[in-house]
């Protein structure tokens, strides 16, 4: 393989599409993957990120497009072509082979020395922190399911992929050991510099992992950038609505009005006026509305709080609403409330301990939603 | 009187742990009667001496088994072996691909299965008649080959080896391949891709991975096509005529037009020894219990 010019991205999808009979699994798919980076494909099932893996991998061949890896065109290779390995959902540990021969099969199968294939599997087996002496002759059937996750991951690793794939590799792990893997495979990436493809449609695992997240839609990306970016800025109610939880206001622009109280901060911030059924609240200005525009803005759990009716702090957005109910979760108190027009919103008040400071609300009660404008998304169409 | 249905409840409610042995009872009690009582009675014909008109008078002989070594039984059961051997091969290397097929064609996978098991529609006896149409010398495959100015004289196809085996393989080939189909159905595809992604070119996939993981089910076809083969007589019969016998003629012979019927038990009791030797072999390859079966390869069970 003729080596590759520093600075290409690791991996880089040109216009790629991919139809199965008349429905398109992924449409004009463009990205490129840094070195080294963690990068999360996002999205429900069906969305597309499972053949974009797959494409990426070399198990299917695109209709239309361009996949790079390190700048050369691979789609006409195959899978063991590319330089990459790939660890399986279902893990696809060879069931008649020992935990040993599993890691060695990609070896095995270019002809390396059993004395290299011996040192290589080892040290495969204790990157994955499993002990060769203990689990190195097992068959897979006796290991427990973060055991064969390990093994999965050591017989991709031991070949030295400069792009590892990973398809939903912790959706089997209960949730304890789910966390611990999210860390290690972090830690992994970082250690050894691979470039890390990670397909998920658990949007918290994505989160804590990646560098960048691509969020998937009906075969497209609907949104790309860091966990931050997604989390905070979801530019369409889908992805809002698919990572993490939000609330939707729909309003119509009144019309624009100067923020009045921040003049100590020598700024003057537009605001657009929104009317709703629920009351009336303020967005920050955005181009591209006009009076009379219908605008969806989507605002986080965490970014909402209650006060009482006649208690609401200026300068900051107030609709009324009624306690519905309240679910305690442990780090925070979700309380559920209806507004003027009868939609429920969910805002999540830290839990600064119910035995020693109970919360202050209950169902019934009536009570202001407040907001300040800046802490909303507008979201698109 | 005792109400024999409350009885068996007590039964079980005393022995809480034997109501699985219970569900054995009715089909133990059909084996015992009617397979394992015969079976003993041959047993006990094939070491007595021979009656003057068929039959068997008291007294105890091994001379049937001394007979059984005489040169033209053995090349008989030379034949058998020989025959049911090339029959298991030749159904294993049409049945492996054809399985694989079935298996992978998604949606029309009933379909197929169903046409594989087809010629189980009729009878075998209908089947073998069919075969001799076409295989005689007047049959369609002569006439064709003499219309095409292939050959001049007809070709001797009936009542040869060949025939035999043709027929022993059209009879026997959906054993074949219906267990192959359930192994091979049965493949995580995941695995292949697995070995592809790990370098493995498509003989290896093969060999390393597909082949091994597939071998209970070819165990399995292998023992359900080489086991009757050795005990069939209809096809050699009418297929094979009075040159290609098979042990299963021999014994039939022998409890027909010979009237020997210790002599056919201790035949048939030679072909039950091949029988046991087959399945040894494959207990041994397969494991007796169901490991091979059994491995996990999805997610496990917990941490």
């Known amino acids: ?381 | 009187m005792m109400n024999p249905r409350r009885g068996i409840l007590r039964w079980i409610a005393r022995h809480p742990r034997s109501p699985g042995v219970l569900l054995l009872g009715p089909a133990g009690l059909w084996l015992a009667a009617f397979f394992l009582l015969p079976i003993l009675i041959l047993l006990a014909y094939s070491v007595m001496p021979r009656g003057a008109h068929g039959g068997v008078t008291p007294g105890f002989t091994l001379e049937h088994y001394r007979r059984f070594f005489d040169p033209l039984y053995l090349g008989i059961l030379r034949r058998t072996v020989w025959l049911s051997l090339l029959c298991t091969i030749a159904c294993l290397l049409l049945a492996y691909p054809t399985a694989y097929f079935i298996a992978r064609s998604g949606r029309r996978r009933n379909l197929l299965l169903f046409l594989a098991v087809l010629p189980f529609w009729t009878s075998s006896l209908v089947r073998t008649y069919a075969m001799i149409f076409l295989l005689r010398d007047s049959g369609l495959i002569n006439r064709l080959l003499l219309d095409a100015g292939l050959i001049e004289a007809p070709l001797r196809l009936l009542y040869t080896e060949g025939a035999v085996l043709v027929g022993l393989v059209y009879g026997a080939l959906p054993f074949m391949i219906l267990p192959i189909y359930a192994s091979i159905e049965k493949l995580d595809p995941a695995l292949l891709e697995a070995a592809e992604g790990l370098g493995a070119r498509s003989w290896a996939r093969f060999t390393q991975v597909m082949w091994p993981l597939t071998l209970p089910g070819v165990a399995a076809g292998c023992l359900l096509v080489f086991v009757p083969s050795l005990g069939s007589f209809v096809v050699p019969d009418l297929l094979g005529g009075a040159r290609q016998m098979m042990i299963g003629n021999l014994i039939q012979n022998q409890f027909g037009s010979a009237r020997n019927w210790p002599f056919g038990s201790a035949a048939a009791f030679a072909v039950m020894a091949l029988v046991m030797i087959a399945m040894l072999g494959v207990i041994r390859l397969n494991g007796l219990d169901d490991t091979g079966a059994e491995h996990g390869t999805g997610p496990g069970r917990g941490a």
Not at chain 1, 44 to 62: D, V, Y
Not at chain 1, 69 to 84: A, H
Not at chain 1, 239 to 259: C, M, P, S, Y
Not at chain 1, 314 to 338: C, D, F, K, M, S
């Open chain 1, 1 to 381: 393989m003729p080596a590759s010019v520093p600075d290409l991205p690791a991996v880089e999808f040109r216009g790629v599409a991919k139809r199965y009979g008349a429905t398109p699994a992924v449409r004009d798919l463009s990205f490129t993957v840094a070195r080294g980076e963690f990068f999360s494909l996002l999205g429900p099932s069906g969305c597309g990120k499972t053949t974009t893996l797959r494409l990426l991998a070399g198990f299917e061949t695109p209709d239309e497009g361009e996949i790079r890896l390190f700048g050369e065109i691979v789609n006409q290779r195959r899978p063991y072509e590319r330089d990459l390995a790939m660890v399986f959902q279902s893990y696809a540990l060879f069931p008649h082979l020992s935990v040993e021969r599993n890691v060695a099969f990609g070896l095995e199968q270019r002809k390396r020395p059993a004395a290299e294939i011996r040192d290589r599997v080892r040290a495969a087996l204790e990157l994955v922190r499993l002990d060769p002496g203990v689990y190195a002759t097992r068959q897979p059937s006796q290991l427990s399911g973060g055991q064969r996750q390990r093994v999965a991951l050591a017989r991709a690793l031991v070949l030295e992929p400069r792009v590892l794939l990973l398809d939903e590799p912790l959706g089997a792990l209960d949730l304890k050991l789910r966390k611990e893997m999210q860390v290690e495979l972090k830690a992994l990436n970082q250690q050894l510099g691979v470039t890390f493809i990670h397909v998920t449609h658990d949007q918290e695992e994505a989160l804590a992992m990646s560098d960048r997240i691509a969020v998937m839609d009906q075969a497209e990306i609907a949104q790309l950038g860091t966990p931050a970016e997604i989390y905070e800025n979801p530019r369409t109610a889908f992805v809002a609505d698919f990572i993490g939880e939000a609330n939707f206001l729909e309003g119509r622009a009144a019309g624009r009005t100067e923020r009045q109280d921040d003049k100590a901060a020598g700024r003057q911030e537009e605001r657009w006026e929104l009317e709703s059924a629920a009351g009336a609240f303020k967005i920050p200005a955005t181009t591209g509305i006009s009076v009379g525009d219908d605008v969806r803005i989507a605002i986080r759990p965490e970014w909402l709080d209650l006060c009482a009716p006649d208690d609401a702090p200026a300068g900051e957005n107030a609709v009324p609403a009624t306690v519905q109910g309240l679910a305690y979760l442990g780090e925070t108190i979700h309380v559920r409330v209806a507004l003027a027009n009868g939609q429920i919103m969910v805002i999540a008040l830290r839990n600064e301990g119910q035995l020693i400071k109970p919360l202050a609300w209950a169902r019934g009660d009536r009570c202001m939603v407040v907001w300040r404008p800046e802490d909303c998304q507008v979201l698109e169409g």
